[in-house]
């Protein structure tokens, strides 16, 4: 039996030998990327790389075609990075983004127009104003309204709830996202802490229906199990559920909402803090129709989809790992008309300007069956 110490130092002989066969390969990409550059030819050929990887596969064992087959995929993803970049452009959206951070404003605006869903008092017109000094807010009965207020260019921004620290993603945003164009500008995470909510002089023992909207519900399961003969009603906004209990001419109804919604609408809080989780915080997006990337970006969001065969999502959280980029979220959900098909949304920790970033999304947009940008960001805590 050999010894352990004479296998090590063959290894590293023949990885010094890998490492110089290497740096031929990448050279003769460069030259591949000039002949490419001359013949306007796209960096990608799958014909070439499927010959390829079979012809390789081909020439070992059967119990080493696999990691060959991983192998020379890293190899050839390398190459048309390599060749990316050197072709300068590296696909449109690498593109797009040097372009939104040569021309990136200096400062987060102060003032705008924002559209929100809701009504006064909502959180998502506390988080509005935790992102902008003097904002003028429009409301909108509808999270639907609000992309397209930004869409059409009726709004500057929009801001909206996209997950809950309890409940988890506010899904009917995130199936929104898939139909609506538009970048995140910044995220916020405000702290959540709900009350209930009644007419003055109402008590608990009154209240037989509750109104919020279908998070706050969720957030608060224990304090509502535990009362009797109360039904509760799903409805669109927190402070929307507020205002209709002040206005209602019942007074056994109530509310689940924030405090501003006390103050605003006349109400009485007979519980306060009622979530289930004290530590409770929803995350909201700021978003605009144009890609506009704000000093101190170091998050971004992706929408991808990925073929449809074995290995496909691996070979996608791979390339994170390869460049040590941390994924913060991870959200799948069904799309729309494609049996058994998903959307992919990554959130990921990673300055904007950064090599890094840019090797990803060149990778990401020349693998993935769809990819789509979403932006770069900082959050205000």
Excluded: W
């Amino acid at each position: 039996m050999e010894d352990l110490s004479d296998i090590r130092k063959e290894i590293d002989s023949i990885d010094t030998q890998i490492v110089e066969l290497f740096k031929r390969r990448m050279s003769c990409a460069d030259a591949v990327a000039t002949y490419k550059r001359a013949h306007n030819l796209p960096v990608l050929d799958r014909s070439r790389e499927r010959e390829l990887l079979a012809r390789r596969a081909a020439q070992v064992p059967e119990d080493m075609k696999v990691y060959t087959e991983v192998l020379f995929e890293l190899l050839m993803e390398a190459s048309r990075n390599r060749q990316g970049e050197r072709l300068g452009a590296g696909g449109d959206t690498v593109e797009k983004i040097r372009d939104a951070l040569a021309r990136s404003p200096e400062l987060f605006p102060r003032d705008a127009y924002v559209a929100c869903q809701g009504v006064e008092g909502a959180y998502q017109q506390i988080a509005t104003d935790r992102i902008f000094r003097h904002a003028n807010i429009g409301y909108f009965d509808t999270f639907d309204a609000v992309f397209r207020a930004v869409e059409e260019n009726y709004a500057d921004f929009g801001v909206l709830p996209i997950e809950n620290s309890t409940a988890g993603s506010v899904n009917q945003v995130f199936d929104l996202m898939m139909r609506h164009n538009f970048h995140i500008v910044r995220t916020c995470r405000l702290k959540i802490d709900h009350n209930l909510l009644a007419k003055p002089g109402c008590g608990l023992e009154d209240v037989r229906h509750i109104y919020s909207h279908e998070q706050a519900i969720n957030q608060c399961g224990e304090f509502l199990s535990s009362l009797r003969g109360v039904t509760v009603h799903a409805c669109e906004n927190t402070a929307m559920a507020s205002k209709m209990v002040a206005e209602s001419e019942r007074r056994d109804v109530a509310a689940l909402a924030s405090r501003a919604c006390a103050r605003i609408y006349g109400l009485d809080v007979l519980a306060s803090g009622v979530q289930d989780q004290g530590n409770n915080y929803t995350r909201f997006a700021c978003i605009s129709k144009d890609l506009v990337i704000y000093p101190g970006a170091n998050r971004s969001t992706f929408m991808l989809v990925v073929n449809h065969e074995p290995g496909a999502l691996y070979k996608v959280l791979a390339k994170f790992y390869d460049l040590d980029i941390n994924i913060i979220k991870l959200e799948s959900r069904p799309i729309p008309d494609r049996d058994f098909e998903f959307m992919f949304y990554f959130d990921i920790d990673c300055p904007a300007a950064s090599p890094e970033f840019f090797t990803l999304v060149r990778s990401l947009e020349s693998t993935c069956e769809e990819f789509r940008y979403l932006g770069s960001y900082s959050e205000v805590i």
